[in-house]
């Protein structure tokens, strides 16, 4: 796979319009995918906040391995980062929000009192990269919709500060911010497999390829179960062994063309789909000790 170039122009921006309102900002909220924790964190926001006090919440907690989710949060808290999983549709775990934040606030807050300062509502900047649900947050904390939401990758194109129902947090909202390049090309195919990169960008069957051999490796059984396939090849080393399972879940999801053969194209996209809207299972794609 070539190293995939992605910078669009409103990234750019995104990226000097943060840098800017930086001053303005208490606390930074980095939104990652609880699925792929790392390979959704963006490798230039440690240098853009500096050091703001953060908190670190895992998105999307309902689709991933509860246990990889659990290793994923001591390994924040190790690294000195408050780590919360939360589910931002159902809105699971974002009642601790404001809370954590304020605990992140408290010396601050004690000192404005000190100096006889009125207090005010906590200024948030929330950061992530694309499609890694910031909208859907935003309008679950404000009680309302805000807040584009779409499910590709780059609805949110400006910024707006936004206050949230009680009105103890004031949110900077911030487009999906993507690093320039992909060094590293499994971190490209975990962020495709979860709908973070377009696939006009990177094609579904190479991605459904990584996919289905990784969950075959990681998850022994879920695709048996689901597609009813019968037991999978013990190596699945070789290209045509993942290729063959493919498209025996094509041949029994009905994703055959005229002669019989398998339209990969459609299997993939299926199996894709399925696995964003977690009918595998809670999985995740990577752990702590990947990192």
């Known amino acids: 796979m070539a190293t995939i170039q992605w910078f669009p122009g409103h990234m750019t921006r995104a990226r000097r319009q943060i840098e800017e309102k930086l001053k303005l900002i208490d606390v930074a909220i980095e939104l990652i995918d609880a699925r792929v924790p790392l390979s959704s964190r963006n490798p230039m926001v440690d240098t853009i906040l500096q050091h703001k006090p ?25 690294k000195g980062l408050d780590a919360l999983p939360i589910d931002a549709v159902t809105g699971s775990g974002t009642r601790d929000i404001v809370p954590r934040c304020r605990k992140l606030m408290a010396e601050k807050m004690e000192a404005r009192q000190r100096k006889g300062m009125n207090p005010r509502a906590i200024r948030a900047l929330i950061v992530g990269i694309p499609n890694v649900g910031k909208s859907t947050l935003i309008n679950k904390l404000a009680g309302r919709k805000v807040a584009a939401t779409g499910d590709k990758p780059g609805v949110t194109k400006g910024q707006q500060w936004i206050k949230m129902a009680g009105g103890e947090l004031e949110l900077l909202d911030t487009p999906g911010i993507l690093w320039p390049k992909f060094e590293d090309q499994q971190v490209g195919l975990r962020l495709a497999t979860i709908g973070s990169i377009k696939e006009e960008i990177m094609p579904a069957d190479e991605v459904a390829f990584y996919a289905v051999r990784y969950i075959a490796e990681a998850y022994p059984g879920v695709l048996s179960e689901r597609y009813g396939i019968g037991e999978l090849p013990a190596d699945l080393s070789e290209a045509e062994t993942v290729i063959e399972v493919m498209e025996n879940i094509g041949r029994k999801r009905g994703c055959v063309v005229s ?10 996209t299926l199996i894709l789909r399925e696995l964003r809207a977690g009918k595998l299972g809670r999985i995740s794609l990577e752990r702590p000790d990947m990192a």
Do not use: C, I, M, Y
């Not at 309902?62 to 949060?73: E, Y």
């Not at 002669?259 to 993939?268: E, H, I």
């Open 54 to 78: 953060r908190l670190v919440l895992l998105n999307k907690l309902d689709l991933a391995d509860p246990a990889a989710t659990a290793d994923w949060v001591a390994f924040f808290q190790e």
């Open 259 to 268: 002669g019989g053969r398998v339209d990969l194209g459609k299997a993939s």
